[in-house]
């Protein structure tokens, strides 16, 4: 099969790619600009690259005719943000490719209602994020399920791997308090640390929409989580990282603004966005339907992460 991947050397990409060149599809990875995946492998050797500007060619209404004279015979967009961008594409594929996949967010609920949250429970965003990817969501699933068109989505979590900083224990990526942690520094809390939040490694993601390929008459018309098996408490999460380098986790919760110092307004805002969020989603759906099975817990895929970060002198113990 011929298979498109729109936003092919991103952090799922680089994973997503060589597994489906060893499934002996034809890879065709589309970019904005000529650049290397996260991770080196033997697959992107047989790979066709491809340089569009996406935003510059929706602009133009050119970019789905592009994508469509690439003739795929699926299209996995990993980058489609609004319901706009998403309802480009599909107008321009509709009933010349087998397959659509498009990437998500488990941000589309908004608040927990019940834990682990299910696929169903509704879509209640806030934040720019979320509300843009429920939009989308909400479009591309009324085009799978009125109009029959072969779509699935695939909701990631916090997406963890070697080569970029992760959602720390503060809810940010400010790669400091893992330094504080592994030193045996105090960190600050606002809260008293039982928020949730659900990392999941990148090449699990990838496992995902490999699957949803591989299970066509499953994976249409319907939407996936793909997280780890379990989230994780922030509390939880700041005493795990600290435990990896023997250290106790010097915790103060409810520190007032006590938290906020030495991070920016935007670190801020992602601390509460998180925290806000408190992410717990289920995986059942994914396991049944398309056999699914993470291979990463979160604190393994974290851990990867983390060694990648202190490799490179981002971390400093």
């Not at 009324?142 to 080569?163: D, F, S």
């Not at 992410?279 to 990867?304: D, Q, V, W």
Request: aromatic share 10%.
């Amino acid at each position: 099969m011929r298979i498109v991947i729109i936003g092919g050397t991103g952090h799922v990409g680089t994973y997503l790619v060589p597994r489906l060149v060893e499934a002996h599809h034809q890879v065709v990875s589309v970019s904005r600009a000529s650049r290397e995946p996260y991770r080196s492998h033997s697959a992107w050797d047989k790979v066709e690259k491809v340089v569009i500007d996406k935003e510059k060619e929706e602009g133009a209404g050119t970019f789905g005719r592009k994508i469509l004279n690439l003739e795929p015979d699926a299209v996995i967009d990993m980058i489609c943000f609004t319901p706009e961008s998403a309802q480009h594409l599909v107008e321009a594929l509709k009933g010349k490719v087998r397959h659509m996949l498009f990437c998500g967010t488990i941000w589309i609920h908004g608040y927990s209602v019940t834990v682990p949250t299910m696929e169903d429970q509704g879509i209640n965003p806030f934040g720019e994020y979320g509300i843009q990817k429920a939009g989308m969501t909400e479009y591309l699933l009324k085009e799978a399920r009125v109009n029959q068109l072969p779509i699935t989505i695939i909701h990631p979590g916090h997406i963890v791997g070697p080569g970029w900083n992760p959602i720390n224990p503060l809810g940010n990526f400010s790669p400091r308090i893992f330094t504080a942690l592994a030193r045996g520094e105090t960190v600050h809390f606002p809260t008293l640390g039982l928020e949730t939040v659900h990392h999941v490694h990148a090449d699990d993601v990838a496992q995902a929409f490999a699957k949803a390929l591989t299970n066509w008459k499953n994976a249409c018309g319907e939407d996936f989580h793909a997280v780890s098996e379990a989230a994780v408490t922030l509390r939880g999460y700041a005493e795990t990282v600290a435990s990896w380098f023997n250290r106790e986790a010097h915790l103060k919760y409810s520190a007032g603004d006590e938290w906020k110092e030495g991070f920016s307004e935007e670190d801020v805002e992602y601390s509460w966005a998180h925290i806000m969020h408190s992410s717990n989603c289920s995986i059942e759906k994914a396991k049944k339907n398309l056999g699914f099975k993470p291979r990463y817990t979160s604190f393994e895929a974290l851990h990867e992460s983390l060694m990648w970060l202190i490799d490179n002198k981002v971390v400093k113990p």
